[in-house]
């Protein structure tokens, strides 16, 4: 393996998708009806929503094994708290999961985050994603709030609102 993060052009959103495509459905099979990945793919990962995104300001990066994209790494201001960063999305292709891949991400993150000048890193998980959260609480994130979010079509994101300082 030669992994390696690196800051997305807008061109490459596309794989930010095809990999999404893949661990998606995996990570959420047993948590989330198939209706509501459908729904959350077109919300979050639709081409036109990220490079809004993009032109937000929050920055793409990528995860690649060589040339090959195996995950990604989203993350910008966050809208609450001026001296907190958030991170988006923390992904990986599942080989690649529990291996110290996911740590190396959080790592990078935490110090992109830093040198813009934030003081805490933040993020929301599914409660029910106890690998995710494992990774997180591994890396320092401790347990802030509880939110049930109403997301459109009677959907709803049930997480944790999870925090580090950096
Ligand atoms: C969340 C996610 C990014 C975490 O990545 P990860 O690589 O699995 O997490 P870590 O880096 O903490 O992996 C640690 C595991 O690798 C193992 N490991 C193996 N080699 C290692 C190494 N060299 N260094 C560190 N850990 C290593 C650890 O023992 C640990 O195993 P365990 O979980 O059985 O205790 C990843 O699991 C993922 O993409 N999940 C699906 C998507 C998802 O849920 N994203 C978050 C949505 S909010």
């Known amino acids: 393996m030669d992994i390696r993060i690196r800051i997305l ?3 490459e959103l596309a794989l930010v998708r095809r990999v999404a495509d893949v661990v998606w459905p995996v990570t959420f099979r047993e948590i ?3 209706e509501q990945i459908a729904y959350m793919m077109e919300m979050m990962y639709a081409p036109a929503v990220m490079e809004r995104e993009y032109d937000d300001g929050i920055s ?3 995860v690649f094994d060589g040339e090959k994209p195996v ?3 989203i993350w910008g201001r966050s809208d609450s708290a001026p001296d907190t960063a958030k991170l988006h999305k923390c992904y990986l292709l599942p080989e690649y999961q529990g291996k110290g891949i ?3 991400m959080l790592n990078e993150a935490k110090a992109y985050a830093k040198e813009a000048g934030f003081a805490k890193l933040r993020l929301h998980v599914n409660r029910n994603n106890a690998k995710a959260i494992k990774a997180y609480a591994r890396n320092g994130f401790q ?3 509880t939110v049930d979010k109403p997301i459109g ?3 709803f994101m049930n997480d944790y609102v ?3 300082e950096i």
């Open 9 to 11: 052009d807008k061109p």
């Open 32 to 34: 989330l009806s198939p």
């Open 60 to 62: 793409f990066y990528g």
């Open 71 to 73: 995950g990604y790494l």
């Open 102 to 104: 996911g740590s190396m």
């Open 143 to 145: 347990t802030v709030a």
């Open 153 to 155: 079509n009677g959907f």
């Open 162 to 164: 999870m925090e580090v």
